[in-house]
């Protein structure tokens, strides 16, 4: 699996999530430090922003990993905002900006095409699998993300689970979940990252989805 891409995703969506924790931290004690920390993240965030731009083909390395990333981040509404940021009457407008909008627009569904084909190698943990499930749902995908997350964890039972696995395949026998990094008895079946759904079913099923801290504001769709 080619993890550059994923890596950047992650690495820009850290950095979105920096900007937001500095900018919501009101200690005056900090504030010059504050600023200087977020004017670099900014920066290291822009830049990231522009070298996705600049290629060809944004997506044409994308393992799944990287679509679940892409649709998960926000990157593609961030994408899209700097590609359109400009004056679209201007007759001078280059053809390469214009493409890279019009690719930008198509992001969120080729993601979900790839995200909802079996081309691309799965993914190998509960933590990625309940992004997945995520990503189809806020892309209009409920019923598959359901479906996954039903297979996936079902798939766990079905092996003897009664606690969540750190990793699993849905393909493995109940022989087959002891082992882990070609080492035996060495996955934990007591993992904490593989209890997605016990936060995650009330956003697939019903839509409800917090959008800022403690669920103060929130929404259902």
Known sequence: VKKSS???????WALDCAISLSQKMKSI?????????????????SRLVI?????????????????????????YCCLEGVASDCDWNDPNIDHERSVALLQCRQLKKKSRDSLLGDELCDVGTPYMKILE???????GE??????????????????????????FNENESPDDV?????????????????AGPSSCLTEICFGLRPL??????????
């Open 178 to 194: 002891l082992g882990f990094y070609g080492r035996p008895f060495a996955r934990s079946l007591c993992h904490a990252w593989g």
């Open 51 to 75: 070298s996705f731009l600049a290629q060809g083909d944004i997506q044409g390395s994308f393992s799944r990993h990287a679509h679940i990333l892409g649709l998960m981040s926000g990157l």
């Open 142 to 167: 409920r019923v598959s993300a359901l479906e996954r997350l039903e297979r996936y964890w079902y798939g766990m039972i079905r092996c003897g689970a009664t606690t969540f696995y750190e990793a």
């Open 133 to 139: 499930c995520l990503a189809l749902s806020r892309v």
């Open 29 to 45: 004690a900090y504030r010059d430090s504050l600023h200087d920390f977020t004017s670099v993240f900014i920066d290291l965030q």
């Open 212 to 221: 800022s801290e403690g669920w103060t504001v929130w929404r259902c769709d």
């Open 6 to 12: 994923a890596l950047q995703i992650l690495w820009w």
